[in-house]
């Protein structure tokens, strides 16, 4: 048995943290310094903040905002969104951020990952993979906060990232976002034998069992967002994370 690696991913929105379903319906759940000073508490493995609009909306980086957050963290922090160019990733680097986590730009500039990874290392470079299924029940691959259908599957986009250099994917399907409903497991196994770079599997986590499930699918590591700021479906907001260790 393997120790799961868990990472809280939240999303953040003009200095304030919210929640989505489905990539819509974003609430506000709190201020991100309390928050990552909880999950300082709580010994999260890893933190992910996503400005998950930052790229649908055309928006810069608010790199004061996200060094605040990064100065209050004891885990390694991810960062994601309006990351477009290398000087992008620099400042986020230099913000404090272990990992940068691309996506919108990489459907027009795949090279990004490699020169990335050439300063910082692949392991750096997380590429994200948004998934729904289209009309015809078939997985593709949608940026841009899930808005345009880029008509890749995602087994075939994330080979093209693994040989652009990803250091890992952060795979989410997009139906499945704050619904409690399970991970995609079909959409976890198929991407995970695709690729050999670690997949990290998000959109709908509800429970452990649910971390266990991912990652005998394929996944090297699991993260989630509404269980970790809601107390349960349809209660009020908690920070929260698990304590002690989970194998599977």
């Known amino acids: 048995m393997s120790r799961v690696r868990i990472i809280p991913v939240v999303l953040l929105k003009n200095g304030g943290l919210y929640k989505t379903i489905g990539f819509k319906n974003a609430k506000y759940v709190g201020d991100p310094i309390n928050t990552v000073k909880i999950f300082n508490e709580k010994e999260a493995d890893e933190l992910v903040v996503l400005d998950f609009n930052a790229s649908l909306e055309k928006r810069g980086i608010n790199f004061n905002k996200i060094a605040e957050i990064a100065g209050e963290a004891f885990m390694p922090m991810g960062y994601g969104g309006g990351i477009k160019t290398l000087d992008d990733a620099k400042k986020v680097f230099d913000s404090g951020y272990e990992k940068v986590v691309i996506n919108s730009v990489l459907f027009d500039e795949i090279s990004l990952v490699e020169k990335i990874g050439n300063i910082y290392g692949a392991q750096a470079v997380v590429c994200a993979i948004d998934v729904k299924k289209n009309l015809f029940g078939k997985y593709k691959v949608y940026s841009h906060s899930g808005t345009k259908n880029t008509n890749y599957s995602p087994d075939d ?92």
Do not use: H
């Open 157 to 248: 986009w994330a080979r093209k990232l693994e040989k652009a250099g990803a250091g890992e994917i952060l795979l989410n399907n997009i139906t499945n976002d704050g619904t409690w409903n399970g991970y995609d497991l079909e959409l976890i196994k198929s991407t995970a034998d695709s690729v050999a770079v670690p997949l990290i599997a998000c959109g709908g986590a509800s429970n452990i069992d649910d971390f266990k499930k991912a990652v005998r699918a394929g996944a090297s590591a699991v993260a989630a967002g509404s269980m970790f700021v809601y107390q349960k479906k349809g209660m009020g907001v908690l920070i929260n994370f698990p304590s002690g260790s989970v194998n599977a």
